[in-house]
Nanobody, 125 residues
């Protein structure tokens, strides 16, 4: 089993920045591709970004490309999502997820094995 705990959410003005963290415990962190998803009120959960085991490969949704950066520190069992130039439409609950045993860049929910509880990000206009 893997436990994922997100932190770093909050309220920020449009144009501002936040950094989300996701701390993992349990099985070997380096054997997980990691991802971030988000769910806005009244909408389905959507893919945001993914990172490979080593951290050398990343993949982003078009809506966040150039503004968000996913990274990981395998020594700390933590994945990050740096969010810059935030927009009101980025308001959502953000979830981190772990895909065990496959060194890819998964972008679909069904590809992930474990999920965190989510952290709220609210961007005011």
């Amino acid at each position: 089993q893997v436990q994922l705990v997100e932190s770093g959410g909050g309220l920020v003005q449009a144009g501002g920045s936040l950094r989300l963290s996701c701390a993992a415990s349990g099985r070997t962190f380096t054997k997980y591709a990691m991802g971030w998803f988000r769910q806005a009120p009244g909408k389905e959960r959507e893919f945001v970004a993914a990172i490979s085991w080593s951290g050398r490969s990343t993949y982003y949704a078009d809506s966040v490309k150039g503004r968000f950066t996913i990274s990981r520190d395998n020594a700390k069992n933590t994945v990050y999502l740096q969010m810059n130039t935030l927009k009101p439409e980025d308001t959502a609950v953000y979830y981190c997820a772990a895909d065990f045993g496959r060194d890819g860049l998964p972008s679909y929910e069904y590809e992930y094995d474990y999920w965190g509880q989510g952290t709220q990000v609210t961007v005011s206009s």
